[in-house]
């Protein structure tokens, strides 16, 4: 039997390039249920697989280039996509292929968020990958989502600093090589810096465009960098302009966190599905 054709406009499309993360924590996992959690249709493109749990790394496998570039090609001749969301991607050859995809689609918002490290400092991407994000994805980017710590590395590798020294007006400076690199718009997060608040500051081409204060939450969270960069893709992907997809970004994520759980030894996970649980106790309420 043939299926009934239905009249129900699609969600928006968001397609994701990351690692799968077991956990459920982070990676292409955190993507597809923050963009399903944000009411968009999620497509997903593994790049690498990685052996993990909540309390760090101990192995990743890249996928096949080729095997990216197939993947990604497939969905994207099959169903119209309004963002990417680019995350972990596990080798140059994979970010070489990814951004000969995404060059086919200029007019389709990039966000990218560079994966270095992992919240226990598992390091992801040598000097040779990130020089292949600068030179072939960073000039394809609408908005770059590194926290303090991603941004001074990317902006040394720049050359940005000789000594990699400066931290008060270092991150302004950061911001605005990455922004002269290429990308539209730079949202550098404060979660690593010492500050009582997390400072969350968006730099466009003439500089900070706004700056968000958050409530400090204890504990360290598995994911949370993935679940803002989903989200703002997410925001996009619905036709938010830039800083009002990044404010409606931290809201969401920030009460993802707020209502994180430790399912296991190591750090807590955002609840994606936060709003679903409110449902439910208003309505054993009633």
Not at 175 to 185: N, Q, S, T, V
Not at 195 to 218: F, M
Not at 220 to 235: K, P
Request: aromatic residues 6%.
């Amino acid at each position: 039997m043939s299926p009934a054709v239905s009249a129900n406009p699609s969600p928006p499309i968001v397609l994701t390039f990351a690692a799968s993360d077991p956990t459920g924590g982070a990676g292409l996992q955190a993507d597809i249920l923050t963009l399903a959690s944000l009411g968009c249709h999620p497509l997903s493109v593994v790049t690498a697989i990685t052996v993990q749990d909540t309390a760090g790394v101990e192995g990743v496998l890249p996928i096949d280039a080729e095997w990216v570039a197939d993947q990604a090609r497939a969905l994207l001749e099959d169903m119209p996509v309004a963002a990417f969301k680019l995350g972990m991607l596990g080798s140059v050859e994979v970010i070489a292929a990814i951004a000969e995809v995404i060059a086919d689609y200029p007019d389709i918002p990039v966000v990218l968020d560079p994966v270095l490290a992992s919240g226990r400092g598992d390091q992801f991407a040598d000097e040779e990958m990130i020089e292949a994000m600068i030179g072939m994805l960073l000039p394809q980017t609408t908005i770059l989502t590194p926290n303090s710590l991603e941004a001074r590395r990317l902006a040394q590798q720049l050359g940005e600093f000789e000594d990699g020294a400066r931290r008060d007006s270092g991150l302004v400076d950061c911001a605005h090589g990455l922004i002269e690199a290429g990308c539209e718009y730079v949202l550098v997060t404060g979660t690593h810096e010492g500050t009582p608040q997390v400072i969350n500051t968006l730099y466009g081409s003439h500089g900070v465009v706004r700056t968000d204060r958050w409530d400090r939450l204890p504990g360290s969270y598995h994911g949370s960098g993935c679940t803002l960069a989903s989200a703002i893709a997410a925001h996009l992907a619905s036709g938010a302009g830039v800083a009002d997809a990044v404010m409606g970004a931290q809201e969401y994520t920030w009460r993802t966190l707020s209502a994180g759980f430790r399912p296991g030894m190591g750090q807590f996970i955002p609840d994606r599905l936060f709003w679903s649980r409110d449902v439910d106790e208003e309505a054993d309420d009633d």
